[in-house]
């Protein structure tokens, strides 16, 4: 399934921002998905992941608590509601999916960025 992601931008700390992620396909349904981020210098790193019904999340500690994710099967769409942005959430996102059966992330979107600044 191919990616599209979205809603990026630059903030400032304390800030909201939500990042969307449409697929191309009616199978999104069929897929786990997840937000990945990589700031610069780093390696890229796990956000939070969503079962394919919705019901099930899972966070990174560094933004529990601060992030919500979420997804819409009827609009092939999953979002990433970010809360009290800091400085250090400053990367570029990816939405990222795999089907329940799989054990790696086949589809990556292409990346939206995120600066936050203090």
């Known amino acids: 399934v191919q990616l599209q992601a979205s809603g990026g931008g630059l903030v400032q700390a304390g800030d909201s921002l939500r990042l969307s992620c449409v697929a191309s396909?009616?199978?999104?349904?069929?897929?786990?998905m997840a937000w990945f981020r990589q700031a610069p210098g780093k390696e890229r790193e796990f956000v939070a992941i969503?079962?394919?019904?919705?019901?099930?999340?899972s966070y990174a500690d560094s933004v529990k608590g601060r992030f919500t994710i979420s997804r819409d099967n009827a609009k092939n769409t999953v979002y990433l509601q970010m809360f009290s942005l800091k400085p250090e959430d400053t990367a570029v996102y990816y939405c990222?999916?795999?089907?329940?059966?799989?054990?790696?992330?086949?589809?990556w979107g292409q990346g939206t960025q995120v600066t936050v600044s203090s």
């Open positions: 990222a999916g795999k089907t329940a059966a799989g054990n790696v992330y086949d589809s």
């Open positions: 396909e009616r199978t999104f349904s069929s897929y786990i």
């Open positions: 969503i079962t394919t019904s919705g019901r099930g999340t």
